[in-house]
């Protein structure tokens, strides 16, 4: 479950940091069901935080630490290279399971905001929903893990039935 894994956020931390702290408040509400380890909460960065170096070193420490990603998109988000882009192909060389979540509220990829990167390597793509985000976290790694065949260059999302499941209907 979504809850015991370690998840790596991506995000344009101009631009989607509301939907980061978000989610983050999501998590912390006793009263939602939504929970994810956040691996950002491992190793504070200090106040060499303005290296370059230092910066990448940390945030591979705690993609190393996840088991699941999480990419945030939003109007920007693909033109990010410096951190972003970098973020998501450690991701990728360490064969993590990843989950982009639409800020447009997309249900499938969406190929006009999508990193490059991200079209057909095999990660689900879900709209930023709660009930589907935790779905996702709850369920992908596993069948990613179990069920992805790897030699083939997927875009992965939910089925409409789904987010009806869910309640999820609009």
């Known amino acids: 479950m979504g809850y015991r894994n370690k998840t790596y ?52 420490e705690r993609i190393k630490s996840a088991k699941q990603v999480v990419v945030l998109v939003g109007s920007s988000t693909k033109n990010l290279f410096r951190y972003v882009r970098w973020e998501i192909e450690q991701c990728q060389n360490l064969d993590l399971p990843i989950v982009v979540v639409n800020l447009n509220k997309v249900r499938s990829i969406d190929n006009t905001l999508c990193p490059p990167i991200l079209k057909g390597a095999n990660a689900m793509h879900v709209s930023f ?42």
Do not use: C
């Open 9 to 60: 956020v991506i995000f344009d931390g101009d631009n989607d940091m509301w939907a980061y702290a978000r989610m983050k408040g999501w998590n912390a509400l006793d009263n939602i069901d939504f929970n994810f380890f956040n691996a950002h909460d491992l190793k504070p960065l200090t106040g060499q935080a303005a290296n370059e170096t230092y910066i990448k070193q940390r945030l591979l």
């Open 129 to 170: 929903r709660m009930k589907i985000i935790k779905y996702a976290l709850d369920y992908w790694p596993n069948q990613y893990d179990s069920s992805v065949d790897k030699t083939k260059r997927n875009d992965w999302h939910y089925p409409a039935s789904v987010y009806k499941d869910l309640g999820l209907d609009y």
